[in-house]
């Protein structure tokens, strides 16, 4: 059982992101409280929360404890994650599932993390950006597999190929995983829409997100452009 795996397929398909810089260093939050950002996610209809802890985008540990005391939904922690003494924080601070970047972890890391966040209750939510980092992947059926648009070795400052989350749906489907996941770059619902009808099941969004000038219109579009099809309903597809 997954929490935050159960609440992305059980309701729309979108993780929205708490983070307090962009990339190039700008002011996302500008001046709103943390609450006051969750709680419009929660009234435009996120069925994750996912909250970035990493100092390069002005986050810290408690910004975790923050947001989780500010939600009933499930929280991601995004940070670069290694050792397990991290999991074992990321759960007393309020998370539901961590980031693991399989670009930056060994094979045998990676296997190690997958097993400890299991082990505490914590869903895996592992970055891939090439195929080979899927096919490595343990435990696959029992993570989230996020296919990451944009260049960590950059900071993720590029904007982003969106195509590299259609190239490699079929892989991560072939996986195993209940829950594939297109994540960064995202600005467009319309774009959104088209990446669900190909059979990703959440969408994780960040930097575009926090810029819109009204959450619930970003959705309302959303949802018109994917035809208000029930998350449940949305077809998955099974690579031949």
Known sequence: MSAFVDSLLAGRPLIMEVKR??????????????????????????SCVSVVTGRWFGGTPELLAEVAAATTLPVLQKDFLTRRDHLHRARDLGASAVLLTAGLLTRSSLT?????????????????TTEAEVAALPLAEHCVIAVNNKDIKTGEKDAGDLGRSERMLPHVLAAGTRCPVSASGIADPAVAAHLVRTGYRGLLLGTSLLRAGNVADWVSEFDTALGRVPAAEIPVVVPG
């Open 21 to 46: 810089k962009s990339p190039h260093g700008e002011d996302l939050m500008a001046g709103r409280p943390v609450a006051e950002v969750v709680a419009s996610y929660a009234a435009a209809g996120a």
């Open 112 to 128: 190690t993390l997958v097993d400890g966040a299991l082990a505490l209750g914590l869903t895996p939510f592992v970055e891939v």
